[in-house]
């Protein structure tokens, strides 16, 4: 089991009054499942992925990640899980501007403290793997959209982490640079790789294997489709 | 994050905006300039002083009518009421002062010099009592000094300064040649070696010649300058009272009154620059404190608009594992090299004003190498403490805002 959450719930406060981004979430997901969040806007997916990717801590409730329960950790002990477990695929892809393909990719490795020789071994592999190995020395503004979301996406899976969070992936993309992105999670899949998706668009949820939607900050329902 | 991390971030980041950056730090670069001018200035000065006082010589003493340094005109007005130090007064403090191991005396006042159709104005012309010749580092070039027989005698005789034999005599030996000094006519027995020139008074244009020769023509009403050298330093202080008693019973001077004359060595001339340098330091240090301080602000305040800037990077960071203390020294580092950044072009310009100090006044400005590394520790320091408020809001940032932050 990968991840293992119990009664995950997310409260705010808003001029006085209780808001419940989400309420009393369990939801488990084991190794090498490729599964979706799904939801409208203001569903309480984007909590629920701000909660599974350690940026935020629930009000109430746990959230065990790698048999390890992280719900309730100080700043920096989720800063080092970040690093370590996660990888995060934004939609605007969040490379740094001034930075090159390979220094973006290096970055979580800066953060874990790998030798400088060590961290460009290890960023060209994951540039190669996302086939952007010819790219390495561009900066984001020199490349298209899909090369900038795989750029990113060796960034994510440069420290080797657990799990690959991505959210809303192919946003910002035509149909046909957001499908070989999906091909490429498919084949990272494949390899062994744990996905998860957060998305809105029912075309990105069907290619996962199982797809778990949230309305008014509760699971609605949990699918699981093809194999 | 190691160092080098951080400082090549920063370093790009300032890259990026290097208008921003210079502007930025404008008061470092001004307060760091000012700071090594300044400083250089004091410097050039002390080797003044230490000049003046090497000129003097060690051990030695002079009594004269006044102080070396007059300070204000009444001091003057009151000075110019004193009673002479005469030749008489010397002869009497050679008869009773046992303790010294050599007495002297001069007088001295600017003259025309003339050697045919040539001539030098405002020359330095000093009547010399051997065996003490100030300055302490004169020096005879060519031909020899005056001797004790040629002083006693009167003789007409001169030494002349290395500029005013060059002036007057170009390339040609002037030993043997015969100068007026105004209207009076001396033989040129030997010139001096060259000295330079001291806060731009030059010490070559000189003429020398016997005390008694320099009265005979000059009269008897100038104050003379009696040099007393002790035989050591530890004896310093009792020839001095010696002489001191020397002079009060001449002067018929009761217990309860001031002397009427002055006893001045070396200490009184370092004496005065300390005051005077130190009054400097401190006027100079309060403006640098101050444009330090305000550089320090307009720093924090770019370091907080850079913060906000790259709200989102730093979001980006934290979401891949950055730890407050990350970022913290991220933004540290971006402070302390722009502040230091500031502290060395500060440095430079303050070198490039030493440069244009001493080719344009006659203070020899001189750059020293503790006034930078002072520099750099200040600006620094300035980076640093300016640098944690910034930093710290950059550290304390919550990811998923920042990350959300357009």
Known sequence: ?227 | MPFGEGLSIALRALWANKLRSILTVLGNIIAIMSIIAVMAVIEGMNSYVENKVAGLGANVFVVQRGPFIITSHEELEKIQKRRRVTVEDLEQIRRSVSTASSIGAYDSSAHKVRYQERYVEQVDVQGQDLPILLPANFEIGKGRLFSRAEIDRSRPLAVLGSEVADKLFEKADPVGKEVRVESVAYTVVGVAKEQGSVLGVSQDKTLLMPLSAYQKQFGTLGSVSIPIEARDKESMAATKDEARVVMRVRHRLKPNQEDDFALESSESLTDFWKQISQAIFMTASGLVALSLVVGGIVIMNIMLVSVTERTREIGIRKALGAKRRHVLWQFLIESIALSTLGGVIGVLLGWLLCAVIRAATPVPASLSLVSVALALVIVFLVGLIFGIYPANRAARLDPIEALRYE
């Open chain 1, 1 to 227: 089991m990968l991840i293992r959450t119990a009664e995950l719930t997310k409260r705010y406060e808003v001029g006085g009054e209780e808001i419940y981004a989400l309420r009393d979430v369990n939801l488990s997901v084991e190794r090498n499942e490729y599964m979706a969040i799904t939801g409208p806007s203001g569903s309480g997916k984007s909590t629920l992925m701000n909660l599974l990717g350690c940026l935020d801590t629930p009000t109430r409730g746990t959230y065990y990640l790698n048999n390890q329960e992280v719900s309730q950790l100080p700043d920096d002990r989720l800063a080092e899980i970040r690093n370590k477990e996660i990888g995060f695929v934004f939609q605007t892809f969040n490379l740094l501007p001034r930075a090159t393909a390979l220094h973006n990719v290096e970055l979580p490795l800066v953060y874990s403290g790998i030798t400088k020789e060590e961290r460009k071994v290890r960023a060209v592999q994951a540039l190669q793997s996302v086939e952007m190995g010819d790219r390495a020395a561009h900066r984001p503004n020199e490349l298209s959209g899909g090369q900038r979301q795989r750029v990113a996406i060796a960034r994510a899976l440069v420290n080797r982490p657990s799990l690959l969070l991505a959210d809303e992936p192919t946003g910002n993309l035509d149909s046909k640079t957001g499908e070989e992105i999906l091909r490429l999670f498919e084949k990272l899949h494949a390899e062994g790789q744990t996905i998860l998706v957060v998305t809105h668009e029912k075309k990105v949820a069907e290619r996962a294997h199982r797809v778990v939607s949230i309305m008014d900050g509760r699971v609605a329902s949990d699918l699981r489709q093809k194999g």
